[in-house]
């Protein structure tokens, strides 16, 4: 059900209210100007949480990325958390989790034709992306990670929350998981509700959007998760995941922020799922190596190591896997899949990248008949949502 996975440390509810006043300070000064929110002339689309953990952030932008990237020239900016690196970097074949993070570095991966960007400064990284200095004719940026980074001002703001995390049931830190009080979600222009089970009830849709309490501004949507087909991580042919046999031990290995979730899907295939969890970017060290190896080795016939698309970013960097452990580790790729009103969630995002692209195939599919001082108070830098539609 939905914000099962919650749970509240009431004793720290007093240092809650301590850091919601840091917060609410925070947000207030950015209200009335004393910190400023920086708007661009070319379209933002930011997505992010207010909470602390995994909503599903990559996979949303990955399904951005495959919406626009054919018709767009698509440049994704992220933090890339935990890099060791600093500064504006943009991704290259040279690249490696440890050079840009491990979330950009997936996204690399699946999209070679894409600009994939980190800098910590999201302001700088705009500029830098839009100046001509690094790429040419970027018409669309999406943010990862940054519903909270309020320097920028997105044409459009998607807050992701967790069907099994609602933030109307949550707290603030540290007693819960909200990283800003509830009220954040009144800046956003789009709430999906992420990691919703397959088989969710018209009844559950209704109370939801009910008690989401959104404006009506706001557009809600659902999504639940799909996953494809296995990829090996070092040798081997990938393989559909109807292909695990109810009696194969799975060593699920996660260093992600919940790696509940997958372990609730994999039990239809087997109910032999042996979890070794790491913190979310966990750096793999010889000792944990050591450990996978171990593991793995006390398992029975037949066995296979499954792992997230983000940790073998991080896995192929390591070195001392045994060579059992190389011919059976797998990746489990997911996606994102609307459970209701995708076309209208597609072209909501269309129509926004549209009315303020100038290079894009979208732009140029406009009305061929607007006056040209329309076309020419597109140079201004402005900020569009739905809101405004």
């Given at each position: 059900?939905?914000?099962?996975?919650?749970?509240?440390?009431?004793?720290?509810?007093?240092?809650?209210?301590?850091?919601?006043?840091g917060?609410?300070?925070?947000?207030?000064?950015?209200?009335?100007?004393?910190?400023?929110?920086?708007?661009?002339?070319?379209?933002?689309?930011?997505?992010?949480?207010?909470?602390?953990?995994?909503?599903?952030?990559?996979?949303?932008?990955?399904?951005?990325?495959?919406?626009?990237k054919d018709?767009?020239?698509?440049?994704?900016?992220?933090?890339?958390y935990k890099?060791?690196?600093?500064?504006f970097?943009?991704?290259?074949?040279?690249?490696?989790?440890?050079?840009?993070?491990?979330?950009?570095?997936?996204?690399?991966?699946?999209?070679?034709?894409?600009?994939?960007?980190?800098?910590?400064k999201?302001?700088?990284?705009?500029?830098k992306?839009?100046?001509?200095?690094?790429?040419?004719?970027?018409?669309v940026i999406?943010?990862?990670?940054?519903?909270?980074?309020?320097?920028?001002?997105p044409?459009?703001?998607?807050?992701?929350?967790?069907?099994?995390?609602?933030?109307?049931?949550?707290?603030?830190?540290?007693?819960?998981?909200?990283?800003?009080?509830?009220?954040?979600?009144?800046?956003?222009?789009i709430?999906?509700?992420?990691?919703?089970p397959?088989?969710?009830?018209?009844?559950?849709?209704?109370?939801?959007?009910?008690a989401?309490?959104?404006?009506?501004?706001?557009?809600?949507?659902?999504?639940?998760?799909?996953?494809?087909?296995?990829?090996?991580?070092?040798?081997?042919?990938?393989?559909?995941?109807?292909?695990?046999?109810?009696?194969?031990?799975?060593l699920?290995?996660?260093?992600?922020?919940?790696?509940?979730?997958?372990?609730?899907?994999?039990?239809?295939?087997?109910?032999?799922?042996?979890?070794?969890?790491?913190?979310?970017?966990?750096?793999?060290?010889?000792?944990?190596?050591?450990?996978i190896?171990?593991?793995?080795?006390?398992?029975?016939?037949?066995?296979m190591?499954?792992?997230?698309?983000?940790d073998?970013?991080?896995?192929?960097?390591?070195?001392?896997?045994?060579?059992?452990?190389?011919?059976?580790?797998?990746?489990?790729?997911?996606?994102?899949?609307?459970?209701?009103k995708?076309?209208?969630?597609?072209?909501?995002?269309?129509?926004?990248?549209?009315?303020?692209?100038?290079?894009?195939?979208?732009?140029?599919?406009?009305?061929?008949?607007?006056?040209?001082?329309?076309?020419?108070?597109?140079?201004?830098?402005?900020?569009i949502?739905?809101?405004?539609?």
């Amino acid at each position: 059900m939905e914000g099962d996975f919650i749970k509240i440390n009431e004793w720290l509810l007093p240092l809650s209210w301590i850091y919601g006043l840091g917060v609410g300070l925070r947000n207030f000064m950015f209200e009335i100007g004393l910190l400023k929110s920086h708007s661009f002339d070319v379209p933002v689309i930011s997505v992010g949480n207010i909470t602390v953990g995994g909503t599903g952030k990559t996979p949303h932008v990955e399904y951005l990325i495959r919406l626009l990237k054919d018709k767009t020239k698509v440049a994704v900016l992220s933090r890339g958390y935990k890099r060791r690196t600093k500064g504006f970097i943009i991704a290259d074949k040279e690249s490696t989790a440890h050079t840009i993070g491990d979330e950009p570095m997936q996204m690399l991966h699946k999209f070679r034709d894409v600009t994939i960007a980190v800098d910590r400064k999201r302001v700088n990284g705009i500029r830098k992306l839009t100046d001509g200095s690094t790429v040419k004719d970027i018409d669309v940026i999406l943010l990862d990670d940054a519903f909270q980074h309020r320097y920028v001002k997105p044409g459009i703001n998607i807050l992701l929350v967790d069907y099994h995390r609602l933030i109307i049931y949550d707290k603030l830190l540290p007693a819960g998981r909200l990283r800003e009080p509830l009220s954040g979600k009144n800046r956003a222009d789009i709430v999906i509700v992420t990691k919703c089970p397959k088989d969710l009830k018209p009844m559950e849709f209704r109370v939801i959007t009910k008690a989401m309490n959104l404006y009506p501004y706001q557009h809600l949507y659902f999504t639940t998760l799909v996953y494809d087909n296995l990829q090996p991580v070092f040798c081997g042919e990938e393989r559909p995941l109807d292909s695990i046999s109810g009696n194969t031990n799975v060593l699920l290995l996660t260093g992600i922020a919940s790696p509940k979730q997958m372990a609730v899907d994999l039990r239809p295939y087997t109910q032999h799922i042996h979890q070794l969890t790491f913190a979310d970017h966990h750096r793999f060290k010889q000792g944990d190596i050591d450990r996978i190896n171990t593991a793995f080795a006390a398992l029975p016939h037949p066995k296979m190591i499954i792992t997230t698309e983000k940790d073998t970013t991080r896995i192929v960097e390591t070195s001392g896997l045994s060579e059992e452990v190389r011919h059976n580790m797998y990746a489990l790729p997911v996606r994102i899949q609307f459970m209701e009103k995708q076309e209208n969630f597609n072209e909501n995002i269309i129509g926004y990248v549209r009315k303020n692209s100038r290079n894009s195939i979208l732009a140029k599919t406009k009305d061929d008949h607007k006056s040209q001082n329309r076309d020419h108070s597109g140079n201004r830098p402005r900020t569009i949502s739905f809101r405004n539609n």
